[in-house]
Protein backbone atom coordinates (compact mmCIF):
# COMPACT_ATOMS: atom_id res chain seq x y z
CA UNK A 1 0.00 0.00 0.00
CA UNK A 2 2.71 2.45 0.83
CA UNK A 3 4.73 2.05 -2.38
CA UNK A 4 1.53 2.35 -4.47
CA UNK A 5 1.02 5.65 -2.67
CA UNK A 6 5.01 6.10 -3.26
CA UNK A 7 3.54 5.31 -7.56
CA UNK A 8 1.05 7.92 -7.53
CA UNK A 9 3.54 10.72 -5.42
CA UNK A 10 6.64 9.91 -7.27
CA UNK A 11 6.63 7.29 -10.08
CA UNK A 12 8.14 4.54 -10.72
CA UNK A 13 11.72 5.91 -9.24
CA UNK A 14 10.22 6.34 -5.33
CA UNK A 15 8.69 2.65 -5.93
CA UNK A 16 12.21 1.53 -6.71
CA UNK A 17 14.19 3.35 -3.97
CA UNK A 18 10.40 2.05 -1.40
CA UNK A 19 11.59 -1.71 -2.23
CA UNK A 20 15.28 -1.39 -2.33
CA UNK A 21 15.07 0.36 1.20
CA UNK A 22 12.38 -2.16 2.12
CA UNK A 23 15.00 -5.49 0.68
CA UNK A 24 17.62 -3.82 2.49
CA UNK A 25 16.35 -3.29 5.88
CA UNK A 26 15.03 -7.24 5.57
CA UNK A 27 17.73 -8.82 4.11
CA UNK A 28 20.50 -7.13 5.43
CA UNK A 29 19.50 -5.78 8.37
CA UNK A 30 16.94 -8.27 9.40
CA UNK A 31 14.66 -5.29 10.66
CA UNK A 32 10.77 -6.66 10.94
CA UNK A 33 9.02 -4.74 8.17
CA UNK A 34 5.27 -5.95 8.84
CA UNK A 35 5.95 -3.02 12.26
CA UNK A 36 4.10 -0.60 12.50
CA UNK A 37 7.44 1.78 13.69
CA UNK A 38 9.51 0.41 10.85
CA UNK A 39 7.11 1.24 8.20
CA UNK A 40 6.14 4.67 9.43
CA UNK A 41 10.09 5.22 9.25
CA UNK A 42 9.76 4.03 5.61
CA UNK A 43 7.03 6.22 4.52
CA UNK A 44 8.39 8.73 6.55
CA UNK A 45 12.24 8.53 4.41
CA UNK A 46 9.95 8.61 0.96
CA UNK A 47 7.91 11.55 2.02
CA UNK A 48 4.96 10.84 3.35
CA UNK A 49 3.92 13.74 5.22
CA UNK A 50 1.39 11.65 7.85
CA UNK A 51 2.82 7.62 7.84
CA UNK A 52 0.65 7.15 10.87
CA UNK A 53 -2.60 8.11 9.83
CA UNK A 54 -1.90 6.74 6.13
CA UNK A 55 -0.74 2.99 7.62
CA UNK A 56 -3.51 3.14 10.46
CA UNK A 57 -6.14 4.36 7.33
CA UNK A 58 -8.04 1.87 5.23
CA UNK A 59 -10.23 4.80 3.35
CA UNK A 60 -7.36 5.00 0.75
CA UNK A 61 -6.09 1.61 0.98
CA UNK A 62 -9.13 -0.54 -0.89
CA UNK A 63 -8.53 2.41 -3.98
CA UNK A 64 -5.08 2.19 -4.60
CA UNK A 65 -5.30 -1.83 -4.01
CA UNK A 66 -8.25 -2.37 -6.35
CA UNK A 67 -7.04 -0.05 -9.56
CA UNK A 68 -3.29 -2.09 -8.80
CA UNK A 69 -4.82 -5.54 -8.84
CA UNK A 70 -6.93 -4.52 -12.26
CA UNK A 71 -3.86 -3.40 -13.66
CA UNK A 72 -1.92 -6.34 -12.66
CA UNK A 73 -4.85 -8.60 -14.30
CA UNK A 74 -4.49 -6.68 -17.42
CA UNK A 75 -1.01 -7.70 -17.43
CA UNK A 76 -1.75 -11.28 -16.69
CA UNK A 77 -0.68 -11.18 -13.57
CA UNK A 78 -3.26 -13.95 -11.37
CA UNK A 79 -0.83 -14.91 -8.04
CA UNK A 80 2.01 -14.53 -6.46
CA UNK A 81 5.03 -14.86 -6.43
CA UNK A 82 5.17 -13.07 -9.23
CA UNK A 83 8.32 -12.48 -11.92
CA UNK A 84 8.92 -10.55 -14.40
CA UNK A 85 11.81 -10.06 -17.22
CA UNK A 86 12.15 -7.38 -19.59
CA UNK A 87 14.60 -7.42 -22.46
CA UNK A 88 14.82 -5.91 -26.00
CA UNK A 89 14.77 -7.36 -28.81
CA UNK A 90 14.68 -5.99 -32.76
CA UNK A 91 14.06 -2.60 -30.87
CA UNK A 92 10.95 -4.15 -29.62
CA UNK A 93 10.76 -4.39 -25.80
CA UNK A 94 8.93 -7.78 -24.73
CA UNK A 95 7.80 -7.89 -20.98
CA UNK A 96 7.71 -11.56 -19.85
CA UNK A 97 5.37 -12.26 -16.67
CA UNK A 98 4.92 -15.59 -14.80
CA UNK A 99 3.13 -15.52 -11.84
CA UNK A 100 2.37 -18.26 -9.23
CA UNK A 101 4.23 -21.58 -8.75
CA UNK A 102 4.86 -22.81 -11.79
CA UNK A 103 7.47 -25.99 -13.14
CA UNK A 104 9.82 -26.19 -14.58
CA UNK A 105 8.82 -26.21 -18.29
CA UNK A 106 7.25 -22.87 -17.79
CA UNK A 107 10.87 -21.83 -17.62
Known amino acids: RMLLDARER ?5 VAAGLELLQGLTFQQGMNTGSLQVL ?3 AAEL ?3 DPVAFLLS ?16 REGV ?3 PLFRVRWTRD ?9 G ?3 TDEW
Open 10 to 14: GGEPL
Open 40 to 42: CAV
Open 47 to 49: GMR
Open 58 to 73: KRHYADLMRADQLEKH
Open 78 to 80: NSV
Open 91 to 99: SETVLHTVS
Open 101 to 103: PQG
